[in-house]
T-cell receptor, first 111, second 111 residues
Framework: GENVEQHPSTLSVQEGDSAVIKCTYS??????FPWYKQELGKRPQLIID?????GEKKDQRIAVTLNKTAKHFSLHITETQPEDSAVYFCAASTGFQKLVFGTGTRLLVSP | DAGITQSPRHKVTETGTPVTLRCHQT?????MYWYRQDPGHGLRLIHYSYGVKDTDKGEVSDGYSVSRSKTEDFLLTLESATSSQTSVYFC??????????FGPGTRLTVT
C-alpha cells in the first residue's frame, strides 16, 4: 500500500524567511496530494492541493510542487509570519477516495 | 468550516467500557472517515464509509467498529476500551474529488 514520508519533523525559521517541507510517496498510481495545516488544539485544515496533471500550484504565499517521476512533492511558504506556526501534514491519495498522511512537520516562525 | 460536528468533544472512560463517538455532517457528502491522531504518527485511518451501510477497514481498525445508517451520521464504537486507544479522534468527509474536510475532533482518555 501507499507510504508517505515527510521531512523535516521540525522546522524553525525567522519571520520573513522561506520554509520548505518535503514529502515522498511510494504508489505511482497516487494522483492527488493535499497539504493540511493544524494549529494547536484545532482540526486539520486543507490549505492547498495538487493533482497529478499539474507540476506546480500557487496561492498567495504558499505553493506546492510535484515531481511524479521522483515521487515527491513539496510545500513552499514564502515571507513566513508568526501565524504560519503550526503542524503541517502532507498526504497522498490511494484507492477508494482514501488518503495516506505523512507524520507531520512542526513549523515555528520566530518574530 | 464544513458542516461537520463530533460528539462528545471530550471523554474520559475506564478500561473495558464501551464507547461510541458520533460524527454528524450537513453536507450530504458520500464518504466519511474516522482517523486517530497520535504524536509521531500523524493521522491514521481507522474505518471509512462509502455510502449508507457501506463501510470498510483502514490501517488501524483492530478494536474498533463503525456503523452508518444515515448519510449524515457515522458512528465509531470501541467495544471494550483499552489505554492504547487514548487518542484524539477526527472524523472527515469527502465527495468524489478526494478533498477531505475534518470535524473538530474528540479527545478520548482511557484510564
Amino acid at each position: 500500500g501507499e507510504n508517505v514520508e515527510q521531512h523535516p519533523s521540525t522546522l524553525s525559521v525567522q519571520e520573513g524567511d522561506s520554509a520548505v517541507i518535503k514529502c515522498t510517496y511510494s504508489d505511482s498510481a497516487s494522483n492527488y496530494f493535499p497539504w493540511y495545516k493544524q494549529e494547536l488544539g484545532k482540526r486539520p485544515q486543507l490549505i492547498i492541493d495538487i493533482r497529478s496533471n499539474v507540476g506546480e500550484k500557487k496561492d498567495q504565499r504558499i505553493a506546492v510542487t510535484l515531481n511524479k517521476t521522483a515521487k515527491h512533492f513539496s510545500l513552499h511558504i514564502t515571507e513566513t509570519q508568526p501565524e504560519d506556526s503550526a503542524v503541517y501534514f502532507c498526504a497522498a491519495s490511494t484507492g477508494f477516495q482514501k488518503l495516506v498522511f505523512g507524520t507531520g512537520t512542526r513549523l515555528l516562525v520566530s518574530p | 468550516d464544513a458542516g461537520i460536528t463530533q460528539s462528545p468533544r471530550h471523554k474520559v472512560t475506564e478500561t473495558g467500557t464501551p464507547v461510541t463517538l458520533r460524527c454528524h455532517q450537513t453536507e450530504n457528502h458520500r464518504y466519511m472517515y474516522w482517523y486517530r491522531q497520535d504524536p509521531g504518527h500523524g493521522l491514521r485511518l481507522i474505518h471509512y464509509s462509502y455510502g449508507v451501510k457501506d463501510t470498510d477497514k483502514g490501517e488501524v481498525s483492530d478494536g474498533y467498529s463503525v456503523s452508518r445508517s444515515k448519510t449524515e451520521d457515522f458512528l465509531l464504537t470501541l467495544e471494550s476500551a483499552t489505554s492504547s486507544q487514548t487518542s484524539v479522534y477526527f472524523c472527515a468527509i469527502s465527495e468524489w474529488d478526494y478533498e477531505q474536510y475534518f470535524g473538530p475532533g474528540t479527545r478520548l482518555t482511557v484510564t
